[in-house]
């Protein structure tokens, strides 16, 4: 392309998202933000993760259109290795057995060779792609193409991360699994406990691919983060200023899909409709919602004390069970069956809800969630206020940033880090419904709560609006690429 052609066609970014929903969802809706701006986006993926943006894409695209000077989004999908996986089995949320973790893991190292291919031939301006893919910042190295990490996850809990992983203040703390644990250098006292933890001697060869990863984000261009400046503002400045780390705040990117029922999976629930009629009948702010992201599993004991905590909260309720078979005997409390087969206390969705529509209808009046940063940012934005129940990753550093920092959530009082389902200490169902009833009720504490969650989904509206802090660093990112190229 000649110099002058090159300087003004449209920015190019490629995206390349992680094989997880909860990574590949808010990538596509990022590339639908900066598309929305005029950048040329393409999404790297393979078949069945390419299934699961498909529609937000052809959507985006739709309303792209409308708009000459708008690119469209691309997919550019290519095949996924073959380790010896069934076919079909690509994405972290098909995995059932530690074979097929290590089998995943393998794979997915080999996607460095079709992401080097692509910027070989395509020489984008840029690539947003997920810290997971550890070796990608070497790669766009190599072939001189500016690296933006995508973690997925809050301003917070990266300051956090990076204090644990700095400091391991696990290694000087009692053995007490209880024991308190203060990640140092935070602009905030933040106490975990230590079995809230990941726990580098339980898994060295974790810790070690995390502090690399953290190094490795540190060395790439910057990272964007679907966030707003208004909602973490002194994590924006300590990861800016003391850390020494560049950030784009873009989001929160659900805001701007234009697939709300669609997002997120090529077969949404056939009760979806009939779950959302159902809201319709109740009451404002009557109904708790009840969901655990995508990758989470409960035991039969878990399960059972969350069933007896929702009949004796006396709310209504949607319960997105996910993998649990809703009409087992092996986790149903007594009563459970009839109180569902009654229909006017709650409504059970199998398979995929439609999280954002769900979370933005006026009856829904508090949020039960594993803090998974994708579903905290998107009650953040419907203004819905939550109860925190996290299980490892991220989560319980989401937990904190929700229930103490921005005082818009009450803990369920989850004690142990764990991917695992047997690992939990099972929280008994009176604790479960008492906390509902906290952040639900006409206390003095339930309704601050409740108004600080409300405020928040109004400034998490204003940050896309254009001039807002999002929308602005949307725009400082598309200069600052732009300003590379001469
Ligand atoms: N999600 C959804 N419907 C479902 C389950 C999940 O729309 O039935 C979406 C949810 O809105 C969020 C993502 O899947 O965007 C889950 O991401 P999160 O970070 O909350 O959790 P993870 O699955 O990564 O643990």
Known sequence: MAVEDEQQSPLHILFFPFLAPGHLIPIADMAALFASRGVRCTILTTPVNAAIIRSAVDRANDALRHSTDCPAIDISVV????????????????????????KFYHAVTQLREPFDRFLADDRPDAVVSDSFFYWANDAAAEHGVPRLAFHGSSMFARSCSDSMLRNDPLETASDDPDAPVSLPGLPHRVVLKRRQMMDPRKRPDHWKLFQSINADDQRSFGEVINSFHELEPDYVEHYKTTLGRRAWLVGPVALGSMDMSGRGTSAPSPEADSCLRWMDAKQPGSVVYVSFGTLTSFSPAELRELARGLELCGKNFVWVVGRADPESSEWMPEGFAELMARGDRGFIIRGWAPQMLILNHPAIGGFVTHCGWNSTLEAVSAGVPMATWPRYADQFFNEKLVVEVLKVGVSIGAKDYASGVEAHEVVAGEVIAESIGRL???????????????????????????????????????????????
């Open 79 to 102: 095949p996924f290795p073959d380790v010896g996986l069934p076919p079909g089995v690509e994405n972290g949320m098909a995995l059932t057995s530690q074979d097929d973790r290590d």
């Open 440 to 486: 639900m009720g006409s206390s003095e504490e339930g309704v601050a709560i409740q108004k600080k969650a409300r405020d928040l989904g109004v400034e998490a509206r204003s940050a896309l609006e254009k001039g807002g802090s999002s929308y602005s660093d949307v725009g400082r990112l598309m200069d600052e690429l732009m300003a590379r190229r001469s």
